[in-house]
């Protein structure tokens, strides 16, 4: 019987279509500022500002984006237990989300604050993918 990824890939697209959302509303709230130009941030701006707290979500993305995706993948690719490579993929996505929604929600230059719990979630999630990958691998040697 095949292993069967489906529910890690639909994950990994709620993941991707997030990314988008957060581009977009990067790129929108920054677009409605007066004087906007592209590729510039104002660096008077902070965390009491939508519109560098939108831009911050779509970074800190970012910056996480390439670990998940490589893990996602290499652990399709080397054949890790789907069952747990789906969950796990979820727990990142779901977290990912929620930290997005607090830091569109609370504008806050408290640390940690509430997002940095979901993105410790998510890098958790990560560390554990990662693991279940070096598991899977040294199994085969």
């Given at each position: ?15 991707l279509i997030t990314l988008l959302v957060q581009a977009t509303v990067a790129a929108m709230s ?112």
């Amino acid at each position: 019987m095949p292993l069967d990824y489906t529910f890690a890939y639909i994950w990994i697209y709620v993941a991707l279509i997030t990314l988008l959302v957060q581009a977009t509303v990067a790129a929108m709230s920054k677009a409605k500022q007066p004087g906007a130009i592209p590729g510039k941030m104002d660096e008077h701006l902070s965390h009491g500002s939508f519109v560098f707290r939108a831009n911050r979500t779509f970074m800190n993305s970012l910056e996480n984006f390439p670990l998940f995706i490589g893990s996602a993948f290499l652990a399709v690719f080397t054949g890790t237990n789907p069952r747990w490579v789906g969950i796990l993929i979820m727990i990142y996505a779901l977290a990912r989300i929620i930290h997005m929604a607090l830091y569109y929600a609370i504008a806050t230059e408290k640390n940690p604050s509430p997002r940095s719990y979901f993105y410790g979630i998510a890098l958790i999630a990560q560390v554990v993918l990662l693991g279940l990958i070096g598991i899977n691998l040294l199994g085969r040697l």
